[in-house]
């Protein structure tokens, strides 16, 4: 079974920053994709970014310049650096591991951007 425990949101005014990390446990293969996907309130969850186990890497076009994600294979670990947040960027950000064909969800964790 797959865990994911993600950690780093809260509160932030815009033009700040956050960092998020999302840690996997369980039977993790070698080869799969993590990534951060939001939701805002009364909006579908969409992408935000992620990563595959070679680096290669994929962004909202919202996020570009603004979001880096990075990961370590070694810790089963993805990160979202998050700068020049917005307002626009407030939603439940959920980790998402592609692992062997199957999805795998976070609980989620907070983002509010707010004066």
């Known amino acids: 079974q797959v865990q994911l425990v993600e950690s780093g949101g809260g509160l932030v005014q815009p033009g700040g920053s956050l960092r998020l990390s999302c840690a996997a446990s369980?039977?993790?293969?070698?080869?799969?994709?993590m990534g951060w996907y939001r939701q805002a309130p009364g909006e579908q969850r969409t992408l935000v970014a992620k990563i595959d186990n070679n680096g290669y890497t994929n962004y909202a076009g919202s996020v570009k310049g603004r979001f880096t994600i990075s990961r370590d294979n070694t810790k089963n670990t993805v990160y979202l650096q998050m700068n020049i947040l917005v307002p626009e960027d407030t939603a439940l950000y959920y980790c998402?591991?592609?692992?062997?064909?199957?999805?795998?969800w976070g609980k989620g964790t907070l983002v509010t951007v707010s004066s």
């Open positions: 369980g039977s993790i293969f070698s080869i799969n994709t």
């Open positions: 998402n591991l592609w692992n062997s064909g199957e999805d795998y």
